[in-house]
């Protein structure tokens, strides 16, 4: 992610550690949007103050950036709006899309980014690792993550 541009959807908890990971390996700029903007704004104090090389800006970007991320809970539940706001930021303008939910597999973010041609990945592989880690750290053994994720898509998608 080293010098990438990213725009982060959501600066509540998932966000933040989002943001912070992001600025910790480097990218050159983080747009944050958030509901709220005096959390958009401590998350974005707390980013400037950690990690001065990375350009933290609240809004939507004017170009074009690397990775549109949903930090959100939009999209869990039908009829959601999208997280995104199209009339100020076009995913045309973004090379991927990353949504953290995994369930609805796509959500209408992901439908949109891949109407607009980009690469999209919901958040199935997020929770996959977390728990594979979670196991590790308990158990001291090597998670099995092929049966992991056949049994969380099971699970999830039913397949």
């Known amino acids: 992610m080293r010098g990438a541009k990213i725009l982060l959807l959501g600066a509540g908890g998932a966000g933040r550690v989002a943001a912070l990971k992001l600025a910790a ?8 949007v958030n509901r709220t903007a005096a959390r958009a704004e401590a998350v974005a104090s707390e980013i400037r103050a950690r990690f001065p090389d990375v350009k933290v800006v609240l809004g939507h970007p004017e170009g074009r950036v ?5 930090a ?18 076009s995913l045309r303008n973004a090379r991927a899309v990353y949504d953290m939910i995994y369930r609805p597999a796509e959500t209408p973010l992901l439908q949109a980014a891949r109407t ?3 690469r999209a990945a919901n958040g199935l592989g997020m929770l996959l690792y977390q ?10 053994k090597t998670a099995p993550i092929h049966v992991m994720r056949e049994a969380l898509q099971k699970n999830i998608y039913g397949n």
């Open 116 to 118: 607009a041609g980009c």
């Open 72 to 89: 959100t809970s939009l999209g869990l539940r039908p009829g959601d709006a999208s997280p995104l706001d199209a009339a100020q930021f």
């Open 25 to 32: 390996e480097k990218i050159s700029e983080l747009f944050l």
């Open 66 to 70: 690397d990775l549109v991320l949903n």
């Open 131 to 140: 728990g594979a880690s979670a196991l590790e750290l308990w158990t001291g």
